[in-house]
């Protein structure tokens, strides 16, 4: 956004009058300090009579005419006070038009070597849609537009997409829970406190006070704050003695709800006036803050709000886990000319569109996994990697080289796959596909998570983001470890 400075001339300063009543003369009796008129004291005087001739007359005859004479030096002075102030005021004004307009900040580099934009495959073995909005898009709000926030990455600054913008923790670097300056959660109070509508919320876990407090007060304020929490790791964990936030917020008005289930309902997004969505793998508390790798995405669009909201209004209904119908075919949108498309587990079938996006790589594929055991998404990567394409993961190492784990099949097939350094967590659910195609969200790539936990994923055809999320994965890649062989048995032959 261009912010002009303008000039504004200070306010004119009224001239003396120089109309003169018929009866009586006014005298305007400024008071003059330091070149600075104050208000006048208008001094009523009788009007000059030369019949009258006694000395009493004579004397106030006298003292008129040196007041009359007063008075046309103070109108002098006043005409040549209200030239200078005329020709200050157009000098203020030339100067305010010369007043460049401040630039946008610029990108420290713009690749050029990423390839071609390509689309999200539309695969007919699943109910995939085409990639353009089948919906009417919402009107205009008067929502203000939130302050384009840095994304909190390392090094240098990537370009990004107007509509976009992301959010790194950064445990390395900024891991004291009484400094918010720079994580993710300092946008996200700033999104809070910039709503004036609206702020729905799917999130599992919660137990950060800066973020209950904004939220509180943006309830006093008038806008509608809803929650929608897992049962277990949401409300019953409130009830432990460093939690409580949920608690603070319900006694405050807000309506906090949670599933009711066995499953676990693992979103974590947030809506903001129908107009911006966040969302990825964040969960707003100490330690996914300040301990472990997550990511946040901020997406300005009215359409994807839309699909947000209504998966938010199912899940504050009631409707959960395998009880939800699917609308996948009105999850689709573009911004630009990039194609975005957002899947909800466990109705959308994610898995199964997620293994056939890994089939049709053609040069690389990346990933960051919290928990990697769906088996038709790694049967995927492996069949890639044997044709020859860039393939290159990062685990989390709690549970990698456990049965389920797709890490021993992929190291058995001598894929360039690691297990994080984080000696906290890395709660990623990341893949980038061709440095093109990014796909985010809190949907873990296992089967509980496709077919039973309630999550969400986004899929973004656009390089610019990618690239971002590419250097984030270079950064956890230069901590990772290498896989140790003694932790897995490879068959021979």
């Known amino acids: 956004m261009l912010v002009r400075q303008v000039l504004v001339p200070p306010p004119r300063k009224q001239p003396c009058s120089t109309l003169i009543p ?146 790194f923790t950064q445990p390395n670097l900024l891991n004291d829970p009484e400094i918010i300056s720079g994580t993710p959660i300092e946008a996200l109070i700033g999104l809070i406190d910039s709503s004036t509508v609206s702020i729905h919320v799917a999130s599992a876990q919660f137990n950060l006070p800066e973020v209950a407090k904004a939220l509180v007060i943006a309830q006093e304020r008038g806008v509608e704050v ?45 809506i903001f006036d129908r107009r911006f969505v966040w969302t990825g793998s964040l969960n707003p508390t100490l330690n996914a803050v300040f301990g472990n790798n997550n990511n946040a995405i901020l997406i300005e669009s009215q359409n994807l709000a839309v699909m947000y909201e209504r998966e938010f209004a199912e899940m504050w209904e009631g409707e959960f886990g395998v009880n939800s119908i699917s609308t996948v075919n009105l999850q689709t949108t573009r911004e630009n000319d990039s194609a975005l498309q957002v899947m909800f587990a466990p109705e959308d079938g994610v898995g199964s569109l997620l293994a056939i996006l890994l089939s049709e790589a053609e040069t690389s594929i990346r990933f960051m996994a919290f928990s990697f055991t769906h088996d038709e998404m790694g049967v995927a990567v492996i069949e890639r990697a044997e044709f020859g394409l860039d393939v290159m993961g990062i685990f989390e190492e709690r549970g990698s080289t456990s049965e389920l784990s797709e890490l021993p099949k992929m190291f058995c097939n001598k894929l360039n796959i690691r297990v994080d350094g984080n000696p906290n967590t890395l709660n990623h659910k990341v893949i980038i596909i061709d440095e093109q195609i990014l796909i985010t969200g809190s949907f873990n790539f296992t089967g509980n998570a496709d077919q039973n936990n309630d999550a969400n994923l986004i899929i973004i055809d656009n390089a610019e983001l990618a690239a971002v999320y590419l250097k984030e994965f270079e950064a956890r890649w230069g901590e990772s470890l290498e896989t140790n062989p003694d932790d897995i048995l490879c068959e021979q032959g």
Request: charged share 20%.
């Open 22 to 167: 018929v009866s009586h003369f006014l005298l305007p009796h400024p008071k003059i300090h330091n070149n600075i008129v104050l208000p006048h004291v208008w001094i009523p005087i009788q009007r000059y009579n030369p019949l009258i001739t006694n000395k009493t007359n004579q004397d106030a005859m006298k003292r008129t005419t040196i007041w009359i004479l007063l008075l046309s030096l103070l109108l002098s002075a006043c005409a040549s006070q209200a030239a200078t102030l005329q020709a200050t005021s157009e000098a203020l004004r030339a100067e305010a038009s010369q007043v460049a307009e401040i630039p946008t900040a610029t990108a420290i580099s713009d690749p050029t070597d990423t390839p071609e934009p390509t689309d999200i495959p539309d695969p007919t073995a699943t109910p995939t849609p085409s990639l353009e909005p089948t919906f009417t898009p919402l009107p205009p709000t008067d929502t203000p537009e939130v302050p384009p926030t840095q994304p909190v990455i390392t090094e240098d600054v990537l370009p990004l997409p107007e509509w976009a913008r992301v959010y």
């Open 226 to 270: 809803q929650w929608i929490t897992d049962d277990e790791q949401g409300l019953l964990a409130d009830e432990k003695p460093e939690n409580g936030q949920f608690a603070l917020m319900q006694d405050a008005g807000i309506e906090v709800r949670d599933d009711q289930r066995a499953g676990v309902m693992d979103n974590a997004f947030w």
